[in-house]
């Protein structure tokens, strides 16, 4: 046999290859005309388009500057994540009630099991040498139909989250100036205010003091009787003390 003459070009898995592949190297020679020196080239070609994604990216990235949020903070249970647009589909799913709770099972492994399933399937089923798409209607039919899911999923996700309150929860707060050696700064330091709203005011288990908005009298009024899921009773020092750290706390600002 000539060589090269008995090659055979695999383009669709669809199609079965016929004999046996032999292991001698491909031999293009039959192509006169159609081939080119992989150096310098071809090379210099795929650098060419390259260095144009290359720099087509560099300007996005510089245009758009990645979405950064505030470090991360494992002890902040209120910090609500959401995935990347790519995955909301998923994280819309897990939502519905057949798929979340008890149900979690078939929303986070049985309906995306069975559609990968059935993706690695598709060469065995779909055996038809038809290419047309409108000639094989159940692939397609398919296809189409986890497009529109995934489509409308992944709408549905959008329209529903709080995007306000997502940009909030991880807005990069600036950090709160104090002198740590004045009389307000002891009195917050020897309270148990401390221990959840951390040693500079930055917020720990419970939400950072400074910006709060909140006039002295609230102030004093949550350090008696709590707020929300903090506990009531933290206060227990003197009620001058307490007048004095809640005047600072009203006025602490970030950023200043
Ligand atoms: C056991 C932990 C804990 C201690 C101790 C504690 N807090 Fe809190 N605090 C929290 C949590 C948690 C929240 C958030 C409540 C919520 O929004 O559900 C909070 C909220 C607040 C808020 C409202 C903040 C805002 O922006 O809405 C103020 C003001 C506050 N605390 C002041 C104090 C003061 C003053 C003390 C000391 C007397 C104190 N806290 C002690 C846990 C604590």
Known sequence: MHRGK??????DSRI???G???????DYSEYPGKTEAFWPNFLLKEWMIGAVFLIGYLII???HPSPLERQADPTDTTYIPVPDWYFLFMYQLLKYEFASGPFNVIGAIVVPGLA???LMLVPFMDTSKERRPFKRPLPTGFMLLAFAAIFYLTWESVVNHDWEKAAAQGAIREEVAFDAESEEYKIYAGSSCI???GDAFQGALG????DTGLSADEIIDIAHNGYKTMPAGQ???SDEDLEILAEFLANLKSGE
Do not use: I, Y
């Open 61 to 63: 990235t510089v245009a």
């Open 116 to 118: 990968v399933g059935a």
């Open 20 to 26: 046996k592949m032999s292991n001698v190297p491909k």
């Open 16 to 18: 079965k290859a016929e």
């Open 6 to 11: 008995g090659m055979k070009f695999v383009g």
């Open 207 to 210: 939400p950072a003091l400074s």
């Open 195 to 197: 221990q959840c709203h």
């Open 235 to 237: 206060w227990t020092g």
